[in-house]
């Protein structure tokens, strides 16, 4: 899973099992979210819908926090924020701060994230759980998979190897 996404595949592994976790610039917990992102959320609580739903739409400010580096990127960047339902930015933003967290999966775990990720920092080596792998792509912001696809996707290819290895190792 990208970005929450990932952290709704952390769960569900950790919940339900799978072969294997695979997190594209997601979180392991919500620490990883910037201080001053988890104090937005908090003042999103009190603030009417109408100052909200400004802040989505702002290009300079996605484009602050998505770090696109070419200029396609930036246009599909500003078209998602256009739409963002501020109601979906609001109860997404809140299940991300109430989260637990994953500390360990009972299956393999595999992180890719990019270094300059604004909107969820990359983990930090202690965080990381003992037998995850953890790649983090040099350059690449919180929309890289966008911007470095055949890293991801090559981050992918050696994560299904290895499960499948091991699978057959059984």
């Known amino acids: 899973g990208c970005s929450f996404g990932g952290m709704l595949a952390a769960e569900i592994a950790l919940q339900r099992g799978a072969r294997a976790c695979i997190q594209i610039g997601s979180a392991l917990s919500p620490r990883q979210i910037p201080p001053h992102l988890r104090l937005a959320q908090r003042l999103s609580r009190v603030l009417p819908d109408a100052v909200l739903e400004r802040f989505p739409k702002d290009s300079r400010l996605l484009l602050r926090y998505f770090n696109p580096v070419g200029e396609a990127e930036r246009a599909l960047i500003v078209e998602m924020g256009r739409f963002a339902s501020t109601k979906l930015v609001r109860r997404g933003s809140r299940m991300i701060l109430r989260w637990q967290g994953v500390t360990k ?10 270094e300059r990720d604004r909107l969820i920092r990359p983990p930090r080596k202690e965080e990381l759980p003992r037998e995850a792998v953890c790649e983090i792509v040099a350059g690449a912001g919180h929309a890289f998979a966008l911007t470095h696809a055949e890293e991801i996707s090559a981050f992918i290819a050696r994560a299904v190897k290895a499960v499948t290895q091991k699978d057959k190792e059984k």
């Open 105 to 114: 999966l009972p299956c393999p775990h595999f992180i890719i994230h990019g």
